[in-house]
T-cell receptor, first 107, second 116 residues
Framework: KNEVEQSPQNLTAQEGEFITINCSYS?????LHWLQQHPGGGIVSLFM???GKKKHGRLIATINIQEKHSSLHITASHPRDSAVYIC?????????FGTGTSLTVIP | GAVVSQHPSWVICKSGTSVKIECRSL??????MFWYRQFPKQSLMLMAT?????????EQGVEKDKFLINHASLTLSTLTVTSAHPEDSSFYIC????????????FGSGTQLSVL
């Protein structure tokens, strides 16, 4: 069993749709990261959170520590949001990565 | 945000040769750097954690004699793939931060290694 599970694995959306990507984890964590990887391979850290909710532009990340669950929301999705989104958790000693969600936003 | 530079972006080498990949933090001192490997259409796999001035900590299943990591300064870590073979062909990426608990990760742009 993976320590971090993401869903869905693949997601196709029409431009403008509201998107949700889910992440569940089974270990105690000090922080959870949402990462974005574009087709060229470069990775950008979108959020690091340990409680509550963070917002940056059209992106919102939430975490429920008791339920060991986090969601990444994209409002008014755009083709440039097409990328792989990876959830990663930091236990303080170790990082565990989800298998990623491949998002394609169609114009 | 902090900048992490990784070099080279891609490298092609013959089987049996060694390849060195550099990861530099350009505008901050990174006490910890991480090295990852990624196969096509798969997620990141943490290979090792590199701490300045001490030996790297390798993840289970990663051969430390195969993947040599040196973190000689607070701004530079290197990964050397020794005696590379075609199965070592992969995308290698590093990340760094100043505080591994309280800060976001900053990633290099990755190195695509192809071993012929």
């Amino acid at each position: 069993k993976n320590e971090v599970e993401q869903s869905p694995q693949n997601l196709t959306a029409q431009e403008g749709e509201f998107i949700t990507i889910n992440c569940s984890y089974s270990v105690g964590i000090s922080a959870l990261h949402w990462l974005q990887q574009h087709p060229g391979g470069g990775i950008v850290s979108l959020f690091m959170l340990s409680s509550g909710k963070k917002k940056h532009g059209r992106l919102i990340a939430t975490i429920n520590i008791q339920e060991k669950h986090s969601s990444l929301h994209i409002t008014a999705s755009h083709p440039r949001d097409s990328a792989v989104y990876i959830c990663a958790v930091n236990t303080g000693n170790q990082f565990y990565f989800g298998t990623g969600t491949s998002l394609t936003v169609i114009p | 945000g902090a900048v992490v530079s990784q070099h080279p972006s891609w490298v092609i080498c013959k089987s049996g040769t060694s390849v060195k990949i550099e990861c530099r933090s350009l505008d901050f001192q990174a006490t910890t750097m991480f090295w990852y490997r990624q196969f096509p259409k798969q997620s990141l796999m943490l290979m090792a954690t590199s701490n300045e001035g001490s030996k790297a900590t390798y993840e289970q299943g990663v051969e430390k004699d195969k993947f040599l990591i040196n973190h000689a300064s607070l701004t530079l870590s290197t990964l050397t793939v020794t005696s590379a073979h075609p199965e070592d062909s992969s995308f290698y990426i590093c990340s760094a931060n100043r505080d591994r608990v309280r800060e976001k990760l900053f990633f290099g742009s990755g190195t695509q290694l192809s071993v012929l």
